[in-house]
Nanobody
Framework: QVQLVESGGGLVQAGGSLRLSCAAS????????MGWYRQAPGKQRELVAT???????DYADSVKGRFTISRDNAKNTMYLQMNSLQPEDTAVYYC?????????WGQGTQVTVSS
């Protein structure tokens, strides 16, 4: 069992940057594969980025070259560095932890990018 809390969302102008954090408690984060998802109004939830227990990463094509996912196991925290933000990045961003096919979700944090 793990509990996840996202933070770092907010309002930013196009071209700006934000760093999202996902803090875990209850279990050691290093045991889990992790990911960031987002959901915009009128759209389905989509995968943004993933990171394995060993640190391998994968990104949606729409964010490659702009977003970076990372994890700090000593702090039990995962991050999403978002650069060159665009209005189409506006969404609620969710943290996900997965172990043996079971998913645990945070409450989400709102990211709004203005033009």
């Amino acid at each position: 069992q793990v509990q996840l809390v996202e933070s770092g969302g907010g309002l930013v102008q196009a071209g700006g940057s934000l760093r999202l954090s996902c803090a875990a408690s209850g279990r050691i984060l290093s045991n889990y594969a992790m990911g960031w998802y987002r959901q915009a109004p009128g759209k389905q939830r989509e995968l943004v980025a993933t990171i394995t227990r060993s640190g391998s990463t994968d990104y949606a094509d729409s964010v490659k070259g702009r977003f970076t996912i990372s994890r700090d196991n000593a702090k039990n925290t995962m991050y999403l560095q978002m650069n060159s933000l665009q209005p189409e990045d506006t969404a609620v961003y969710y943290c996900d932890a997965r172990l043996f096919g079971r998913d645990y979700w945070g409450q989400g944090t709102q990211v709004t990018v203005s033009s």
